[in-house]
């Protein structure tokens, strides 16, 4: 767990998570392999995009799930009109290096 | 000899045969259990209380068996949303492109309207939720059908709990592979829902080399509906295969029957890849929603959940008064070859037939 991390408020209904922020992944490029569930249906859809990273991410739970912010979004899904997005950890590819994962570029555990 | 269809995923699950059957249907599941395949129920839409009460039926009905729970893990989030936005999001010219399909089609409105209000910011949460129960009931296997299960695997593995993952890219299945995932679905274009953009035959052999010398079972998806794709998936070098759409007509499938018998008439061409439902791009049998979004008139498709929220009263009407013109499901190009209703359990023997006959062509 990251010495920077802390308590997030979680938004009512959401999972609490512990914030936390690693100033190695700060501009770092990457693509997230997204998507999710539909909601109200059994369908799930496919989304990609590429951006850069905050550094800031989220652990949920306690495995932990991590999630990265990804910003200055430069591929999103057409329609999607927000300006960035939470990525899971492991669907982060780094546009330098895809082989590698995200947590070899981070200072904090 | 051995059988040519006795895989090593065979071995892992304890299965007479290498198909796997991905259902939202118990009956279907336990059918094609107790036939000597395997079943993955997909319970993404359902409550943890639902989730352990499924379990509950389907082990009182296959006799210590092996299954799997099938959950969406998400993958990306949007960095904000709430519902009361997300409505006032809603442009008025898609608000009234989607009253000129209700009128034109004369579209019901559904009987209880879809509960948008539970909509929004609840990926992480309803996963986790769900996933307790898959670990407090150690599910034999746990199946993630989008999303890395990376995350889960030690404490899953300390359960004794089985992880397969799908995947639509073969960077995806070899860091997946790196993780520990025990078994790596491949999914093509031509699967129901949300596939990638690589087709059944290119993405199941890459993703074969990339599991080569690590143990790791894949299993072929997309488009899977005879027994001439299990053999060719086998050929491919995968250890058996994952299908969806085949069950959707089988008697014991709970969808309501004019909707089997629309899938019953689809062909492959009928099955769209589109995001006119839900603003994600994904595979569904045509139907006038899809036309009218296809044509120039059409405003653009909004973002999800946006576009779903607009999709979801056409779609729930349809279905309240069985309006078999209107109706849509999700469905893989294999569609073609699902003409008949038949139980499950004939629907496996058929496949394993055929696709025995294909090895004894080769042979002989």
């Given at each position: 767990?990251?010495?920077?991390?802390?308590?997030?408020?979680?938004?009512?209904?959401?999972?609490?998570?512990?914030?936390?922020?690693?100033?190695?992944?700060?501009?770092?490029?990457?693509?997230?392999?997204?998507?999710?569930?539909?909601?109200?249906?059994?369908?799930?859809?496919?989304?990609?995009?590429?951006?850069?990273?905050?550094?800031?991410?989220?652990?949920?739970?306690?495995?932990?799930?991590?999630?990265?912010?990804?910003?200055?979004?430069?591929?999103?899904?057409?329609?999607?009109?927000?300006?960035?997005?939470?990525?899971?950890?492991?669907?982060?590819?780094?546009?330098?290096?895809?082989?590698?994962?995200?947590?070899?570029?981070?200072?904090?555990? | 000899?051995?059988?040519?269809l006795?895989?090593?995923?065979?071995d892992?699950?304890?299965?007479?045969?290498?198909?796997?059957?991905?259902?939202?249907?118990?009956?279907?599941?336990?059918?094609?259990?107790?036939?000597?395949?395997?079943?993955?129920?997909?319970?993404?839409?359902?409550?943890?209380?639902?989730?352990?009460?499924?379990?509950?039926?389907?082990?009182?009905?296959?006799?210590?068996?092996?299954?799997?729970?099938?959950?969406?893990?998400?993958?990306?989030?949007?960095?904000?949303?709430?519902?009361?936005e997300?409505?006032?999001?809603?442009?008025?010219?898609?608000?009234?492109?989607?009253?000129?399909?209700?009128?034109?089609?004369?579209?019901?409105?559904?009987?209880?309207?879809?509960?948008?209000?539970?909509w929004?910011?609840?990926?992480?949460?309803?996963?986790?939720?769900?996933?307790?129960?898959?670990?407090?009931?150690?599910?034999?296997?746990?199946?993630?059908?989008?999303?890395?299960?990376?995350?889960?695997?030690?404490?899953?593995?300390e359960?004794?709990?089985?992880?397969?993952?799908?995947?639509?890219?073969?960077?995806?299945?070899?860091?997946?592979?790196?993780?520990g995932t025990?078994?790596?679905?491949?999914?093509?274009?031509?699967?129901?829902?949300?596939?990638?953009?690589?087709?059944?035959?290119?993405?199941?052999?890459?993703?074969?080399?990339?599991?080569?010398?690590?143990?790791?079972?894949?299993?072929?998806?997309?488009?899977?509906?005879t027994?001439?794709?299990?053999?060719?998936?086998?050929?491919?070098?995968?250890?058996?295969?994952?299908?969806?759409?085949?069950?959707?007509?089988?008697?014991?499938?709970?969808?309501?029957?004019?909707?089997?018998?629309?899938?019953?008439?689809?062909?492959?061409?009928?099955?769209?890849?589109?995001?006119?439902?839900?603003?994600?791009?994904?595979?569904?049998?045509?139907?006038?929603?899809?036309?009218?979004?296809?044509?120039?008139?059409?405003?653009?498709?909004?973002?999800?959940?946006?576009?779903?929220?607009?999709?979801?009263?056409?779609?729930q009407?349809?279905?309240?008064?069985?309006?078999?013109?209107?109706?849509?499901?999700?469905?893989?190009?294999?569609?073609?070859?699902?003409?008949?209703?038949?139980?499950?359990?004939?629907?496996l023997?058929?496949?394993?037939?055929?696709?025995?006959?294909?090895?004894?062509?080769?042979?002989?």
């Amino acid at each position: 767990m990251s010495s920077t991390a802390s308590l997030g408020d979680a938004p009512l209904g959401q999972a609490p998570f512990r914030s936390g922020f690693d100033a190695a992944l700060t501009g770092l490029e990457a693509e997230c392999d997204g998507g999710g569930p539909l909601e109200g249906t059994h369908f799930a859809g496919r989304q990609y995009f590429t951006g850069r990273l905050t550094g800031h991410y989220r652990d949920f739970g306690p495995y932990p799930w991590r999630w990265y912010l990804l910003d200055s979004l430069t591929r999103k899904p057409d329609g999607f009109t927000h300006d960035s997005v939470w990525c899971d950890g492991e669907s982060l590819y780094p546009v330098s290096d895809p082989a590698k994962s995200i947590e070899q570029y981070c200072k904090t555990e | 000899m051995n059988s040519p269809l006795h895989t090593p995923l065979c071995d892992k699950l304890g299965i007479e045969y290498p198909v796997v059957a991905f259902t939202h249907c118990k009956d279907v599941a336990v059918a094609v259990i107790n036939s000597g395949g395997f079943a993955v129920l997909g319970e993404a839409l359902h409550t943890p209380d639902e989730i352990a009460a499924d379990i509950k039926w389907i082990r009182e009905r296959i006799g210590g068996k092996p299954f799997g729970i099938d959950l969406v893990l998400p993958s990306s989030v949007p960095a904000e949303k709430s519902v009361a936005e997300l409505l006032a999001m809603i442009p008025q010219e898609q608000r009234d492109f989607e009253q000129h399909i209700k009128q034109k089609y004369n579209v019901p409105d559904p009987k209880i309207a879809p509960n948008i209000h539970v909509w929004g910011g609840l990926d992480q949460k309803r996963a986790m939720d769900q996933l307790e129960v898959v670990f407090d009931e150690r599910v034999p296997v746990f199946a993630s059908g989008l999303g890395s299960p990376a995350f889960l695997l030690k404490r899953a593995h300390e359960l004794g709990i089985q992880v397969w993952g799908l995947v639509g890219k073969p960077r995806q299945a070899k860091r997946q592979i790196e993780a520990g995932t025990d078994v790596i679905i491949a999914q093509g274009f031509d699967a129901a829902g949300h596939t990638g953009n690589i087709g059944t035959f290119s993405i199941v052999p890459q993703v074969v080399d990339a599991a080569r010398g690590t143990g790791v079972p894949v299993i072929a998806a997309g488009g899977v509906t005879t027994g001439r794709h299990l053999a060719a998936a086998l050929a491919l070098g995968a250890d058996g295969v994952w299908t969806g759409s085949l069950w959707l007509t089988s008697r014991e499938s709970d969808l309501n029957m004019p909707l089997k018998e629309r899938l019953l008439e689809a062909e492959t061409e009928d099955t769209m890849y589109s995001d006119c439902i839900s603003g994600y791009t994904m595979r569904t049998t045509r139907s006038p929603w899809h036309d009218e979004w296809m044509s120039d008139a059409a405003p653009e498709v909004l973002k999800p959940p946006l576009q779903m929220i607009l999709s979801s009263n056409y779609i729930q009407g349809s279905l309240d008064y069985q309006r078999k013109d209107l109706m849509t499901e999700a469905a893989g190009q294999g569609i073609h070859y699902i003409k008949e209703m038949k139980p499950a359990r004939q629907i496996l023997s058929d496949i394993v037939e055929e696709a025995l006959d294909v090895f004894d062509r080769f042979a002989g």
